[in-house]
């Protein structure tokens, strides 16, 4: 399967800054990337799907201007947290679509905690 | 909307037994249902993914089941060992990207 990897693994930050992560595919091309975030002891929630080359679509209930991605190469997609607040603390993991073998999957970054202070 | 639950929600057990996890889902037009690993803090491990015409998939001690009909599949973890305590999510494929189960938290006493 495909290698994912995100940078940094996690960040503390304090309230108000701005703050990226970077999802890198290491060994495919990818078109397409999801981003999710799971808060302590919940599921993980589909945030976006980042489009290589065009806008990124987001889930309902999550703000386009607060939570900006980049997709801007087949091998590297970026999401920005603008001006953090402690309820944005959670931990955030990339995934890039993958049709290989005729299996219509997903591969996982490690996911990157943020915790805003 | 595609939801998915998953039953219990924590389970501890005494070292050495069998056990099964439950996830049930309501939308059975799936491609494909996928069951992780997540220790505490870290990423996702892929365990066993089951394409929507099978039945069932078997790695070393788990084995998991998809019944695409009634929406349901099972992970069955035979002679379970403390190394085995982890968060186990459920996680289906349909026209959307993954929808996950909140997961099941396995816990194994020595």
């Known amino acids: 399967g495909a290698v994912v990897s995100q940078h940094p693994s996690w960040v503390i930050c304090k309230s108000g800054t701005s703050v990226k992560i970077e999802c890198r595919s290491l060994?495919?091309?990818?078109?397409?990337m999801f981003w999710y975030r799971q808060f302590p002891k919940q599921s993980l929630m589909l945030m976006a799907t980042?489009?290589?080359?065009?806008?990124?679509?987001?889930e309902q209930g999550v703000e386009k201007d607060k939570f900006l991605i980049n997709h801007a190469s087949l091998t590297l997609s970026t999401l920005t947290v603008t001006s953090a607040h402690p309820e944005d603390s959670s931990f955030y993991i990339c995934?890039?679509?993958?049709?290989?073998?005729?299996?219509?999957?997903?591969?996982f970054g490690p996911g990157t905690r943020l915790t805003v202070l | 909307k595609q939801e998915v639950t998953q039953i219990p929600a924590a389970l501890s057990v005494p070292e050495g037994e069998n056990l099964v996890l439950n996830c049930s889902f309501t939308d059975s037009a799936i491609y494909n249902l996928q069951w992780f690993r997540q220790d505490p803090g870290k990423g996702l491990t892929s365990l066993l993914l089951?394409?929507?015409?099978?039945r069932e998939q078997t790695s070393g001690r788990l084995n998991a089941s998809l019944d695409k009909s009634s929406g349901r599949s099972t992970l069955y973890i035979a002679a379970s060992q403390p190394g085995d305590s982890a968060t186990y999510l459920c996680?289906?494929?349909?026209?959307?990207?993954?929808?996950f189960g909140k997961g099941t938290r396995l816990s194994v006493i020595a």
């Open positions: 060994d495919f091309q990818a078109t397409t």
């Open positions: 996680a289906v494929k349909g026209n959307t990207p993954l929808v």
């Open positions: 980042s489009n290589e080359g065009s806008k990124a679509t987001y």
């Open positions: 995934s890039l679509h993958g049709t290989g073998g005729g299996t219509d999957t997903q591969y």
């Open positions: 089951i394409q929507s015409s099978q």
